[in-house]
């Protein structure tokens, strides 16, 4: 079956340091794979996709890399700031393209001190 | 242009009740989602709507749930008896049809079930 999988949080950095969040997945197909955010009070937005192996995700200075190889599609950012601070959370589409759930990751909290 | 809202932001009910949650998509979004969040975990895909039909129901935890999408456009998610373990938040999610696979999100209706 199709599942996620992300790095138990929280996680807590200090602004202006490197932040990876891990999530790996396993799916029967070519799936497309997401990050949401959800900011403290607010919905879940879309922070980047890729629908296909070795893309490359970005928005904000956030990126992630589809590798198909590893199944993996980990999130980085090489300097955050506290307005980083939310709940991230890996998803994924079992089909590309076309409409279908998506099937979510645990979210991992992400906590930024000045 | 608006985005996808949800009514009530929050709902505080004794076990035995009834609760109905209301979804607004954004306008000449075909799919609507719903998603659950329980306890801190992962976010669940509860059903699908293409306009007022119902695509996939799969993740209905049982009969105490209903969902409804009078005319295709908003819908509601109806508890009823509720139960402890229904607390969580509701998420709605639209998007706009068969093509696009990027589903847009409400705030969420964070239900408490006494």
């Known amino acids: 079956g199709n599942s996620v999988t992300q790095m138990e949080g929280p996680v807590t950095l200090s602004e202006e340091a490197f932040l990876t969040i891990n999530c790996t997945y396993t799916a029967t197909g070519y799936p497309s794979l997401f990050w949401y955010v959800q900011y403290p009070g607010e919905g879940l937005q879309l922070l980047l996709k890729?629908?296909?192996?070795?893309d490359k995700g970005s928005n904000k200075g956030f990126e992630a890399t589809y590798r198909k190889e590893t199944t993996s599609f980990h999130l980085e950012k090489g300097s955050v700031q506290v307005s980083d601070s939310a709940v991230y959370f890996c998803?994924?589409?079992?089909?590309?393209?076309?409409?279908?759930?998506?099937?979510f990751g645990a979210g991992t909290r992400l906590a930024v001190h000045p | 242009e608006a985005g996808v809202t949800q009514f009530p932001s929050h709902s505080v009910i004794e076990k035995g009740q009834t609760v109905t949650l209301r979804c607004d998509p954004i306008s000449g979004h075909d799919n609507l989602y719903w998603y659950r969040r329980v306890m801190g975990k992962e976010i669940k895909f509860l059903l699908h709507f293409v306009k007022e039909s119902k695509q996939d129901e799969s993740g209905m935890p049982n009969n105490r749930f209903l969902a409804e999408r009078t005319g295709g456009t908003y819908s509601t998610l109806k508890v009823q008896p509720a139960e402890l373990e229904d607390s969580g938040v509701y998420f709605c999610a639209s998007s706009p049809g068969s093509t696009a696979d990027t589903q847009y999100f409400g705030p969420g209706t964070r239900l408490t079930v006494l």
């Open positions: 998803a994924l589409s079992p089909f590309s393209g076309g409409y279908n759930k998506l099937i």
């Open positions: 890729a629908t296909k192996a070795d």
